[in-house]
């Protein structure tokens, strides 16, 4: 493979994905990203390096859903699988992709579960030109600015068109003025009053759910405050506070805010496009990101205010800052956006009743007449700025206590507030999502990395195991087999008999006991074992581990006794023997399959 980075990796079924994910990797191509798309010459015993390091070099990976595609997942060898819990251990940015017709299955592995959250777009053929404005505003690669520009289809085709106006200029300017054009602002026309009345509503209506969302989030980081400066005494309010904030934010009806399609035609209809629909999409996905995100940070924010939290005051006081900063900063690059999608109406009438009679309600957005900007440069470096100073503020947090805590405080909403549109009440949905999270964290605590030696693994394997994760298991299967090469010589012969313990499990209900990895004394095999074999139970009594075998092993009088055991059989599949032993007989070297 050509040693190559790339801003984006898409994953796709080829049966029912592959058109998409082509269109979409022609289109953003040409926006200048660089995608990772065709992997069908890696899907072979290289897949675990070459692709993998692709996966880890991209930093948004696109997953196209189309109907069935998470079927086969289940099979803990399947591709998109093992390309999406490479992209979940890389703490990527996953997107969704929902084609027509795809739902979620009942079941996921648990290590695709946290798919289900990630925050997805409907792919839209209809208006495909305002889906992709939308995925990029959830993608985290920018594109240089001068390949944007100059692998832009748009950029090509004008290109002599703008040729031509240099050399016509003067003439067409002195045609302008001669047909009054020049004075003529906009909107102009009755169809271009008409929409730009709607766009003007829409842009009030989202600044509204955006004023009071931040008004309820304002206040909450007001009283955490107070509650830091006055004492424990005062943490009752703050719960109140806190509970009125989520409320507030559950309240906002922004799935009611999406444009429809009959909006968007209409804007689209309008001669020479003054309205980009991407931008009128991407005010509303700001609205609903906006919502999502702080529940997370209140979340988190109320952990930090708790008096039974570790943290030292000023680091409280700190952390609040911060996110004061982000609060502030957000919602002044939403007034700067706003600002911006408004700037093709130049009849100063019609902004008029916006100006002096909605803007002067907004409490929390900080957008006003007398801050009207006209300069879309200016407006473009306020936005920057605001980025930059979000991200200082995030730098800052990080270094207070790292990034972990506020992901985790997030993430723990996100999934409550799912399980609480299913009807499911707040503090059972907590319980669960806790739950799901300390065995999430644990799986990922559990899989194998690099450096990590031969016993190491084998731990890692047999907590895996317990867990009920067969799939990481299976990861540091590959990882033992690695560490070992050329120096254990009965690898070839356990490491198939491991991998059908781990597929069966699931089946045969056994997922304990001691494998038979080798001889203790080389030069006397056992003659009853094999290699491989997997000890689950002396004389009827189960062994789960290998300090249960020990014990039940010196308890044995001497003399013959029964050994349980699972190998495969004829077919393949693991089937249950009962051996007979001799306390005599020369021992075998075991590793424990499972940690309880």
């Known amino acids: 493979m050509e040693n190559k980075t790339y801003d984006i990796f898409i994953s796709y079924r080829r049966d029912g994905g592959e058109y998409t994910a082509k269109i979409l990797r022609d289109r953003l191509e040409e926006l200048g990203y660089r995608v990772f798309f065709d992997v069908e010459s890696l899907r072979s015993g290289d897949f675990n390096t070459e692709l993998y ?27 998109v699988r093992c390309e999406v819990e490479r992209a979940l251990l890389r703490d990527k940015n996953i997107i969704p992709i929902l084609l027509r017709g795809f739902s979620f299955p009942e079941k996921l592995p648990p290590s695709l579960e946290p798919v289900r959250i990630k925050n997805g777009l409907e792919a839209n053929t209809q208006f495909f030109d305002a889906f992709i404005g939308r995925l990029q505003k959830f993608l985290r690669a920018k594109p240089p600015a001068l390949r944007q520009v100059t692998q832009n289809p748009l950029f090509k085709r004008t290109l002599p068109v703008l040729l031509a106006l240099l050399v016509v200029g003067a003439v067409g300017l002195a045609a302008s003025f001669a047909l009054g054009a020049w004075e003529r602002g906009f909107p102009h026309t009755a169809q271009e009053k008409s929409v730009t009345s709607e766009v003007i509503y829409y842009t009030e209506s989202h600044l509204t759910g955006l004023d009071l969302m931040g008004d309820g989030v304002g206040d909450a980081i007001s009283a955490a405050r107070r509650c830091l400066s006055t004492g424990a005494a005062e943490y009752s309010a703050l719960e109140d506070a806190f509970e009125l904030a989520f409320q507030t934010l559950e309240d906002c009806d922004v799935d009611g805010l999406a444009p429809d399609d009959g909006f968007l035609g209409r804007v689209g209809a309008l001669s020479d496009a003054p309205f980009a629909s991407e931008d009128l999409l991407g005010m509303h996905d700001a609205l609903v990101s906006f919502r999502e995100s702080w529940a997370g940070n209140l979340a988190y924010l109320q952990w930090t205010a708790d008096p039974e939290t570790f943290l030292t005051a000023s680091d409280r006081m700190s952390i609040l800052d911060s996110y004061e900063t982000l609060l502030e900063e957000e919602l002044k690059q939403n007034a700067a956006c706003a600002n911006e999608l408004l700037l093709p109406i130049t009849d100063s009438g019609t902004l008029e009743e916006f100006q002096y009679k909605y803007l002067p309600i907004l409490g929390r957005v900080p957008l006003s007449a007398a801050t009207w900007s006209t300069d879309a440069a200016a407006l473009e470096a306020a936005i920057t700025a605001s980025d930059n100073r979000q991200q200082e503020a995030l730098r800052d947090l990080s270094a207070l206590v790292g990034s972990t805590n506020a992901e985790n405080a997030a993430l723990r909403e996100y999934m409550v507030r799912a399980y609480m549109t299913l009807g499911v009440s707040r503090d ?29 693994l084998w731990a890692k394997l047999a907590g895996l195991v317990h867990l009920g994760y067969y799939d990481g298991a299976a990861q540091c299967v590959d990882a033992i087999e690695a560490a070992v090469e050329g120096t254990d010589p009965y690898v070839g012969d356990y490491l198939p008999a491991l991998r059908l313990f781990l597929d069966s499990a699931g089946q045969t209900g056994i997922n304990y006991g001691v494998m038979v990895v080798g001889w203790a004394s080389p030069d006397t095999p056992n003659e009853v074992y094999q290699i491989g074999d ?20 010196g308890a044995l009088p001497e003399g013959s006794y029964t050994a349980s055991v699972l190998r495969a059989g004829a077919s393949g599949a693991l089937e249950l023997e009962e051996l007979e032993l001799d306390t005599g007989m020369p021992p075998v070297y075991l590793r424990t399959l499972s940690s309880g």
């Not at 692709?54 to 591709?79: E, M, Q, T, Y």
């Open 428 to 456: 059972a949905a907590e319980q669960y999502v806790d739950a799901q999270l300390r065995f999430t964290e644990a799986y990922r605590q559990l899989l194998p990395e690099t450096g990590d030696t031969e016993e190491v």
């Open 53 to 79: 390091s692709v996966i880890d070099g991209c930093k948004d990976f696109l997953l196209i859903l189309s109907p069935g595609a998470l079927d086969r997942c289940v099979n803990g060898n399947d591709w």
């Open 534 to 553: 997997v000890i689950v139970a002396l004389n009827g009594q189960v062994c789960r581990t290998y300090e249960e075998y020990t014990a039940l092993k």
